[in-house]
């Protein structure tokens, strides 16, 4: 059977950067750049103050005291010329006089009666910003695959670019299924339970940077399953089924992906929990079949389909950071030993370093045991036990992607 790592390579090698949008820049915040920016000006982009005081010639500055003709403000579009053996006021930001060669900041002038002196000599260039000294034009200010942060979007701002072209977020259609599913807010008759996945499943997709659209829950029936999916491929980028992807009498999704034409890329990966995963391809969106089984739903969710988003949406880094931990307890596989198991544990700092131990009990329906979780440790196919100070790797779940 298909191991973890394969089937990794797979979402991954089906879920190329989406076709750039334009945003504008509120939008475009936490999202890649499609394409490398450069300024087609210079910023800034005339000299200017970069203290409120006096432009002056540093020559008639080290004279003494100096007459001073007038103010000059930020924003002030004419700039009459300085005479020379005078000082003019200037705020901050504002046009320095092309014949000015210094800028000195009223603390450390006196002035009194029209007239001004200097405490001491300013340098040439003192307190002058030039054109370009903060992007020069021509120069690149955002790679392609960047991520557009608030210094992005003020650096894109002052180049005159109030829309960038991003890799867009995600739409993801998740679709529960089961007939023994009510509402979060309804009290469950007999045989009934509450539909945490679609909560869980959505809130991990907006926590991935998508957008969740949650379906109306979907009957147990060839039908209703055929109906739902149709309806999602048209709304979204990505669809989530979830449950009806094993081999019960009443398990439809896989079934009406076939009838559909859809393209399987794996069905059933050698991993607990998680086994009966499975992605297609229909009508050109990945169409990812996730088990049912709380903790199995949102652990395949942390395993192929976050980095999937990601890479949808040209982000540089993939996936978690991984780190080898000691494991603090003894750990016993129950089952076939031929598949990765994703344990859910804590992962503690101590002197020696990452002490680990399981967050509870690791049945695949136990979702309290990953609400506790900081980390996911990965035990590799082959291996029965871990016994206390065996090396484990993890992979930190609170912690953003690195690589
Ligand atoms: N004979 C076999 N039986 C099962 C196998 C197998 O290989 N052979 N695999 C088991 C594993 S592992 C899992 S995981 C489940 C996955 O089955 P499905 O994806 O078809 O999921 P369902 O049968 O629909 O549901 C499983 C379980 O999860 C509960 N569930 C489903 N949806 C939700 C939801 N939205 N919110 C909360 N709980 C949900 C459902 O009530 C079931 O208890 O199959 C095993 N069986
Ligand atoms: O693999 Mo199932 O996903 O254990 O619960």
Redesign the pocket.
């Known amino acids: 059977m298909l191991g973890y790592e394969e089937a990794l390579q797979r979402v991954l090698a089906h879920a190329a950067p989406l076709p750039p949008r334009v945003l504008p820049l509120a939008e475009a915040l936490g999202l890649a750049a499609a394409e490398d920016i450069h300024a087609l000006e210079p910023v800034p982009p005339f000299r200017n103050a970069a203290m409120d005081g006096f432009a002056v010639r540093v020559e008639d500055a080290a004279r003494g005291r100096l007459p001073v003709g007038g103010t000059l403000a930020a924003g002030m579009a004419h700039v009459p010329p300085l005479a020379p053996g005078t000082a003019v006021r200037i705020m901050t930001g504002a046009p320095v006089p092309p014949e000015a060669d210094a800028v000195v900041p009223l603390e450390e002038a006196v002035a009194e009666g029209g007239e001004v002196t200097f405490l001491r000599p300013p340098r040439p260039g003192a307190h002058i910003r030039l054109p370009g000294e903060d992007i020069p034009e021509g120069g690149r200010v955002v790679p392609a695959g960047a991520v557009i942060r608030p210094a992005e979007a003020g650096v894109l701002a002052a180049i005159g670019r109030p829309t960038i072209p991003v890799r867009p977020r995600p739409r993801v259609a998740v679709l ?3 007939n ?2 009510v509402d979060a807010g309804t009290r469950p008759g007999p045989g009934q ?1 509450r ?4 909560h869980s499943l959505c809130a991990q997709v907006q926590a991935a940077g998508g957008v969740p659209l949650p379906f109306p829950r979907v009957e147990d029936t060839r039908e209703a399953v055929a109906a739902a999916l149709a309806a999602a491929l048209e709304a979204a980028d990505v669809v989530l089924t ?7 009498d009443f ?1 439809y999704i896989k079934a009406v992906l076939e009838a559909e034409g859809a393209e399987q890329v794996f069905w059933r990966v050698a991993q607990k ?4 995963l499975g992605l297609w391809v229909l009508r050109g969106r990945p169409v990812f079949g996730i ?4 903790v ?1 739903a949102m652990l395949m969710f942390e395993a192929y389909v976050r980095p999937a988003l990601r890479s949808l949406m040209g982000y540089p880094h993939l996936h978690r950071p991984e780190r080898t931990g000691t494991m603090a307890a003894l750990w016993k596989r129950s089952g076939d030993p031929r598949r990765t198991e994703f344990l859910r544990v804590i992962a503690e700092r101590s002197p020696e370093g990452l002490r680990v131990r399981l967050a509870g009990p690791q049945g ?2 136990i979702l309290s045991s990953l609400v506790r979780a900081n980390a996911i440790a990965l035990v590799p196919e082959g291996l029965t036990s871990l016994t206390p100070g065996d090396p484990v790797r993890l992979q930190m779940l609170d912690e953003p992607e690195d690589h």
């Open positions: 529960t299924t089961g023994e599913l339970i539909d945490a996945n679609i979830n449950g009806g992807i094993s081999v019960g398990d929990p998680g086994a009966p088990p049912g089984n709380p199995a695949s329906g």
